[in-house]
């Protein structure tokens, strides 16, 4: 991020721009930053980091202010709401409406209805008798702190009515259209008075030395007076430069400081077109103006990219924007503008035009030579050679042109922005591509927060982050930068919290992460990301190599949620060194068991180069095991009562490695102990599952005969499971509530010894089998799940099944899949168990994409929305114009339950969960993403 200068601390020169174009020195102290200017207007959702990067915020979220100025607090911030349709009014009197010569309501864009803002607008009593346009100025003040906020935007102001194929309109309301009572000029005229008049009185409730902004997506050419700056939302082509830059010259003595023009380049065919985005950068730099770019659909502002010019500093303008040569009509022809540090050649012509220094030393201004600054994404256009001579592009369309543009500094310069890799591809800079998953990710909107995210979208594909369950084998999340410049790199990892708080989920502690940088070295760490959520939180700094050869993954926990949102790079200098470092010291080992090693070392000295270690390699018997960061690893799957040899050597931030290492010999602990049964756990009424203190041996786990029950229970199968220090039984049938006593001897565990179990007994209760029974029925089809079994399935919607199926201890878990065949769906149920009915409402957990495990016990459903109600079971439509459901009640508050959008959501995932007499519920999590060093 550039610089931002306040006027103050730069008086000569900005008295010298005002003086170019007749302005005031009244202005001395007001915020004047350097160009290129920078601007984003958003409805919001991004992060405060993310706008703080820009000049010039026009936001939707009226509490956005504080946040960003604490980090950027030369920034201006303003408030917006469209006044066409009154945005986030709570109350809108039916009176204020504009109506047609018929008397029906005018419909602007995407079915919102236009509001009048003319004198001929009744009074509300709601509002204490005032007109709309009355009211305007007590509204937006009311939404603002002037402390932070730097004045208001309107999103949408034109100076006429607006609707959907306007021909008729009647704000006169005496039954004739003003088109042919009087004419556009009449219309115009008593619209624009109410503008003006909601303004002006806006002003004296805001101050004169706030900001107030129209968006009309074009140079308007009304209020100029009494507003700072305008939207040229749908900056895509040029058809006449003389007359943007007439209208420019015009505006700029007129309209009150600060100016806030915002030029928005928001037609880009890819993220990645640099001579649309630099063409229209350097057209907005003829006046005062800030600039934003997106290749997506302007209409959503969300979607902002950043690109390396925009972190470039060249001061302020010596001079005005003046022709080198016109080429063709309407002024087409190559622009020249000279700053304090630098200068901006734009091609303003379809034609594309080599420029040359020679050609533009003859220009007043000149202050060559000239340099093209370094940058790291469009690295041919800027690759900080000294400046000779440009080819600049230009491309004819049918609606017009653009051309292409180069910025110039006066010393060399490496403006490198920041490489963010997100989830998804608008959070991702421009020239690189977004995380790439394996195993089972989903993307994932809400349902918690401080989430790096450009605006989440989902019908658009842009989700605030991903997420993977507790899983083996391990899925990862691998973010790979462009790397257009090669050099050391700081990286960071960003997370935000899961659940409606933060203290909701238990997000994993244990992430392992593995940065690939140059030479093909991998530092590893561990992410904890039950901590420091909403920062970028390091993870080192290391020399990558140019291209898509390094990359940073995040592998999915075993053990609980796992976070993928988005990584950044940040560029700390072109320095690569050939010096290695010097050898780690005193290489240790204080703990060891059966089966691990745990080593730790003292980093090295520093090397003649001051280098330090930013990783290690960890060698045993010459293979290498690990690349930790810290000085300290823990080598696991060893044999038992077995000698080791380990080598440690240090890896610098250029890759280049230690000419010697640290090593030492050592030796796990004899296995000596036999196994112990931990715990029994009671899965069923003839099933249960053991939990040993190590791995065991098949096949005496595997002999029944090694096992006994009281109250003549029989076993009938015993099997190791997948994880070895778990056996599972089945057996006969268990009464509830009764207690037995489980007898175990000769299980033998792995070891070389085979040590075998004395006699062991655990006592324990039969404390499963009470029924669940569930009614259901769904609007198509449903599976129906309990615990993680397919219990049944339907697809007769007006007849209720009835399921009874034995509870198990602790919590038990019912799913169900729920499809729809067309028109509003919905999903209705009753849960009978010991004495308590539970129904469905929007105490239901839902999601609308499938993810691995959903139906299972240990699935985290914590991510999910609650169910939406769509009406009671009985009187609501459309079901109920049809029939009801028989077997469901229409009597005990039963409600129609499904996604947010039952008309388009075709299939969800519903959740529910029940307790039995047993609370296995865990605890808070603690709050609070920390990098612990293995």
């Known amino acids: ?154 999103d949408g102001c034109v100076e006429q009515p607006r609707g959907t194929g306007l021909t008729d309109v009647d704000l006169d309301r005496n039954g004739i259209n003003d088109w042919s009572e009087y004419g556009e000029s009449w219309i115009k005229s008593t619209w624009l008075k109410g503008i003006q008049k909601a303004t002006v009185a806006l002003r004296d409730r805001i101050g004169n030395d706030k900001m107030v902004f129209f968006n009309s997506a074009r140079f308007h050419d009304f ?98 924007m003046r022709a080198l040569y016109i080429t063709g009509t309407n002024d087409k022809g190559v622009w020249v503008r000279f700053y304090d540090k630098g200068a901006v050649i734009v091609n303003i012509d379809a034609t594309p035009h080599t420029v040359t220094d020679a050609e533009i030393r003859t220009m007043t201004g000149y202050a060559g030579p000239y340099y093209r600054f370094k940058g790291g994404q469009d690295t041919k256009v800027n690759n900080g050679q000294s400046f000779t001579d440009v080819a600049l592009a230009g491309r004819n369309y049918s609606a017009g042109f653009i051309g292409d543009a180069i910025i110039l500094v006066n010393t060399p310069t490496t403006a490198i922005s920041d490489i963010v890799i997100d989830n998804v591809s608008m959070g991702t800079s421009p020239g690189s591509s977004a995380c790439q998953f394996t195993g089972s990710w989903t993307p994932t909107n809400g349902n918690g927060g401080r989430f790096w995210t450009p605006g989440a979208r989902s019908y658009r594909g842009i989700y605030d982050y991903s997420v993977a369950q507790a899983g083996i084998p391990a899925g990862s999340a691998v973010y790979t930068p462009t790397i257009g410049v090669a050099g050391l790199y700081e990286v960071f990892e960003w997370h935000g919290y899961l659940g409606d708080n933060a203290d909701l989920v238990q997000e994993a502690k244990d992430i392992a992460f593995e940065v690939t940088f140059t030479k093909n070295v991998r530092a590893s760490g561990v992410i904890d990301q039950s901590r420091n959520y909403g920062k970028w939180n390091s993870l080192g700094t290391y020399y990558f190599d140019a291209g898509t050869i390094g990359n940073t993954k995040i592998v999915q926990s075993a053990n609980d949620v796992t976070m993928a949102d988005a990584v950044k790079y940040v560029f700390r200098g072109e320095r690569k060194d050939v010096i290695p470092p010097n050898e780690p010291r005193q290489i240790r080992s204080d703990v060891q068991t059966e089966h691990s090693i745990s080593l730790s070392w003292q980093p090295p000295l520093l090397a003649t180069d001051g280098d330090v270690a930013v990783c290690y390699k960890v060698y045993r018997g010459g293979v290498l095991i690990g690349t930790p960061i810290a000085s300290s690893f823990t080598d696991h799957d060893l044999s038992e009562n077995t000698s080791y040899s380990y080598s440690i050597w240090a890896v610098d931030a250029s890759g280049n490695i230690s000419t010697a290492a640290s090593s030492g010999n050592f030796v796990t602990l004899a296995d000596v102990s036999p196994p112990r049964l931990e715990s029994i756990k009671v899965l069923g009424i003839g099933s249960l599952e053991l939990v040993f203190s190590e791995s065991v041996e098949q096949a005496s786990a595997e002999d029944i005969n090694n096992y006994s029950i009281s109250n003549n229970i029989s076993l009938f199968t015993a099997k190791r499971l997948t994880k070895t220090n778990l056996v599972g039984l089945t057996t006969s049938q268990h009464e509830v509530g009764r207690d037995y006593t489980f007898s175990v001897q000769n299980v033998k565990d792995q070891s070389r010894f085979s040590n075998a179990m004395g006699l062991q007994t655990m006592n324990y209760q039969g404390a499963t089998g009470d029924t669940i029974t569930i009614t259901l029925s769904a609007d198509n089809e449903y599976s129906l799940y309990i615990n993680g079994n397919l219990i049944g399935s339907d697809s007769q919607w007006s007849v209720a099944q009835q399921y009874k199926v034995p509870s198990i201890i602790g919590k038990n878990v019912i799913a169900v899949k729920g499809i729809d065949k067309g028109g509003e769906a919905g999903f209705v149920s009753e849960i009978d168990f010991k004495g308590q009915h539970f129904v469905s409402n929007e105490s239901w957990r839902v999601a609308t994409i499938e993810q691995t495990g959903w139906e299972t016990l240990t699935f985290n459903d914590a991510m999910w929305s609650n169910a939406t109600s ?18 469901i009640s229409t009597s005990q508050n039963v409600h129609w339950i499904w996604s947010a959008d039952y008309a388009n959501d075709d299939i969800v995932y519903l959740r529910f969960t029940i307790s039995s007499s047993m609370d296995i519920t865990p605890p808070a999590p603690p709050t609070g993403v920390v990098v612990e060093k293995l």
Request: with cysteine.
């Open 1 to 154: 991020m550039k610089l931002r200068i306040h006027l103050n601390t730069r008086a000569f020169a900005a008295l010298v721009v005002l003086s170019l174009f007749g302005m005031s020195d009244a202005v001395l102290g007001q915020v004047n930053h350097s160009y290129p200017r920078l601007g984003c207007f958003t409805w919001g959702g991004g992060t405060p980091e993310f706008y703080a990067q820009f000049d010039y915020l026009v936001s939707y979220d009226a509490n956005i202010a504080k946040t960003v100025k604490a980090i950027n607090p030369n920034m201006l911030v303003l408030v917006t709401r469209d006044w066409q349709w009154g945005a986030g009014l709570s109350y809108i009197p039916n009176e204020w409406y504009v109506r047609d010569s018929k008397g029906e309501i005018i419909i602007i864009y995407t079915g919102y209805k236009l509001l009048d803002i003319s004198d001929f607008c009744p009074p509300s009593s709601y509002y204490g008798g005032k007109r709309y346009n009355e009211y305007i100025p007590e509204w937006m003040a009311s939404l603002i702190d002037l402390n932070y906020v730097d004045g208001v935007s309107t």
């Open 223 to 320: 209020g100029w007076s009494y507003t700072n700056g305008l939207y040229m939302e749908h900056a895509d082509y040029t058809t006449s430069w003389r007359f943007i830059k007439e209208q420019w010259d015009k505006w700029l003595p007129v309209a009150p400081m600060p100016h806030g023009i915002l030029v928005g380049a928001n037609r880009a065919p890819t993220k990645t077109d640099y001579a649309y985005v630099r063409y229209f950068l350097g057209t907005s730099m003829y006046g005062d103006a800030y600039f934003e770019a997106t290749d997506a659909n302007s209409s959503e502002h969300f979607y902002v990219s950043y690109y390396d010019e925009f972190d470039v500093d060249l001061g302020f303008p010596k001079g005005p």
């Open 870 to 887: 769509h009406g009671l079971h009985g009187v609501a439509l459309p079901w109920a114009q049809y029939r009801n459901v028989n077997g």
